[in-house]
């Protein structure tokens, strides 16, 4: 969980992602503490205009809290959590240089053993619904879709509806529904035989309602905020950390974007403003923020989409953002996406799953 100063953000991404955790320690050449930098410093700087290849220089935390070795009992090392209320802290010695790092929830687990009381468990109740629409023709993944519906295009020894659904069940998300419209019945078969751990409910629209008219169907949602999803986006990350990103951040709804890169195969040519040749710029690279096609949202959204009409879900957004409601973005590596909604993209993704 450690990253070297001089790093890049794309790399201080992936760290994120590989080790599952929302903080890395920054480190010297020398192992010595220079700061912390957490997954919404990265985000915050993303959104800024930062781009994946600069470095986490200016970015991370360089006054972090820190704790200097055998100077502490566990008792003080509980207060500085709740004090400061962080996740983790790096333990150095006196010249400063890294021992270890100390994460909230192991101080539990040490809690919990050393003092042999009752079983303390994770009061965070994980009981939001996840929303999956899976009524369209898959167009794109023609001519299989002529047969089979696309959350039935087969992966391994999978499906990507089950690769769905799967992504979620491994971060405590157990209730599902399920929008239907094209092929219904085909899904209703295929779903009563098979086993699912998770509850499952389908609901069938009566008529195509675009990417978010579905919605509209939705009733009966637990907590307060929900997961919405297509049912051909795979992320390889923790999902917790997204609904936490949300939550904290107070918004209306979070949209789950994907940093990607294009090169232009083209010189670009730049003028002056009295339109004199100004430079020429041999095929520069752009980034770009993908929209994934998943998102959070707060529960009480869903009540403005319109009733039994046909809408998308970039008119839906529009919609909200018209009466003021605050959506976030919640950026991730382009390696945390995997699209197999499209032909190209199944080919050049599967590999990577099956």
């Not at 590989?18 to 010595?32: A, E, H, M, P, Y």
């Not at 205009?49 to 935390?61: R, S």
């Not at 039935?152 to 209730?175: C, H, M, R």
């Not at 949202?297 to 529009?318: A, G, Q, R, T, W």
């Amino acid at each position: 969980m450690n990253i070297f100063y001089k790093s890049s953000i794309k790399t201080a991404i992936r760290l994120l992602n590989q080790f599952g955790t929302k903080t890395l320690i920054v480190l010297d050449k020398n192992k010595s503490l220079k700061g912390t930098i957490s997954d919404g410093d990265i985000r915050r700087a993303i959104l800024k205009g930062k781009k994946l290849e600069n470095l986490i220089t200016g970015i991370y935390n360089s006054e972090p809290i820190y704790l200097i070795q055998n100077s502490f009992d566990e008792s003080k090392l509980k207060s500085v959590f709740l004090k400061h209320k962080i996740d983790i802290i790096p333990i150095v010695n006196k010249k400063g240089k890294f021992i270890k790092s100390i994460k909230f929830y192991d101080l539990i687990n040490s809690f919990k053993k050393n003092n042999n009381k009752k079983k303390i468990v994770n009061n965070k109740i994980n009981n939001a619904s996840v929303i999956i629409m899976a009524g369209g023709l898959g167009k794109r993944m023609e001519p299989f879709t002529h047969i089979m519906p696309k959350p039935l295009i087969p992966i391994g020894k999978s499906t990507i509806i089950e690769l769905v659904i799967a992504q979620f069940t491994k971060y405590g998300f157990n209730d599902f529904l399920l929008t239907t419209n094209y092929k219904h019945y085909i899904l209703d078969i295929f779903f009563k035989n098979i086993k699912l751990k998770s509850n499952l409910k389908l609901i069938r629209e009566k008529k195509p309602l675009g990417t978010a008219g579905s919605l509209s169907l939705i009733k009966g949602l637990k907590g307060k905020n929900c997961f919405v999803a297509n049912c051909d986006g795979l992320l390889n990350l923790d999902l917790n950390n997204i609904m936490d990103y949300h939550v904290n951040n107070h918004f209306d709804l979070t949209i789950i974007v994907s940093m990607k890169k294009y090169q232009l195969p083209y010189g670009i040519c730049k003028s002056k403003s009295n339109g004199l040749f100004d430079e020429i710029i041999e095929k520069p690279k752009i980034d770009f923020k993908v929209n994934t096609g998943i998102y959070v949202m707060k529960n009480s959204m869903l009540k403005y989409v319109p009733k039994n009409k046909k809408i998308d879900m970039n008119n839906f957004i529009e919609l909200l953002k018209n009466k003021k409601f605050n959506i976030g973005l919640y950026p991730i590596s382009s390696e945390s996406w995997l699209d197999v909604g499209q032909w190209e993209e199944y080919k050049n993704n599967i590999k990577k799953i099956s």
